[in-house]
């Protein structure tokens, strides 16, 4: 069965840290892939995806993500956080083969020391 | 621009009583309608989706249910409600079957007592 596995469940850094987290899926097909970002108190929003292209994409805030496809990796990257980063990160796959459903990870809690 | 609107924001209900959530996606027609349920430290599991009017796709065996009784209502209901049936629970609305990602609700904090 699909999986996706995320290696931190929780993170603390100092601001002006680089942030790294992790993501892994288990699906040998086309996919689709994405990062949810939860800022505390407020709903689950979209925060980058890759469906197609150029393997590294761009979101909000700063935040990018490299698609590797031969390590089945989709990891979340910001060379530089800030307090206001604190929050949950969910990464995502839907596989490209029909179907709705989109697999979450168990996510990591980021926590951002001023 | 899309909404999607999601209530109770929270609610406390005791076991054995119905549940009714409602959800509502304004500012598109036909849209894939989602229910998911999130637990601390588990992610989200997927209840149950809809690509239309009437049409309920079920996730996993459990005490509730789902109906969608216009193109953009979606409702998770329970007859009787269960302990373990407390948790987080999020509607959410996609295009072509979430190759884009989702839109999600703000969520309802079941507690059940």
């Known amino acids: 069965a699909q999986s996706v596995s995320q290696h931190n469940h929780h993170v603390i850094l100092s601001e002006a840290a680089s942030l790294e987290l992790g993501c892994n899926y288990s699906y040998g097909g086309t996919v689709n892939l994405f990062w949810y970002v939860q800022y505390p108190g407020q709903h689950l929003q979209l925060l980058l995806k890759?469906?197609?292209?150029?393997?590294l994409v761009k979101g909000i805030k700063g935040f990018e993500a490299e698609f590797i496809k031969s390590k089945f990796s989709f990891n979340l990257r910001k060379p530089s956080v800030q307090w206001s980063d604190t929050a949950e990160y969910f990464c995502?796959?839907?596989?490209?083969?029909?179907?709705?459903?989109?697999?979450f990870g168990a996510g990591t809690r980021l926590f951002v020391k001023a | 621009s899309q909404t999607i609107h999601q209530w109770p924001a929270t609610l406390v209900q005791p076991v054995g009583s119905p549940l009714s959530l409602e959800c509502t996606v304004e500012g598109t027609s036909n849209p894939n309608l989602y229910w998911y349920r999130q637990a601390a430290g588990r992610g989200l599991q997927l209840l149950f989706y809809?690509?239309?009017?009437?049409?309920i796709s079920s996730e996993v065996p459990q005490n509730l249910s789902a109906s969608r009784p216009q193109d953009r209502q979606f409702i998770l209901s329970s007859k009787k409600l269960l302990l373990s049936d407390s948790g987080f629970y999020l509607c959410a609305w996609s295009r072509e079957q979430g190759r884009y990602g989702y839109t999600f609700g703000s969520g309802t904090r079941l507690t059940v007592v």
């Open positions: 890759y469906f197609s292209g150029d393997p």
């Open positions: 809809s690509v239309g009017i009437g049409q």
């Open positions: 995502a796959v839907k596989t490209g083969t029909g179907g709705f459903k989109t697999i």
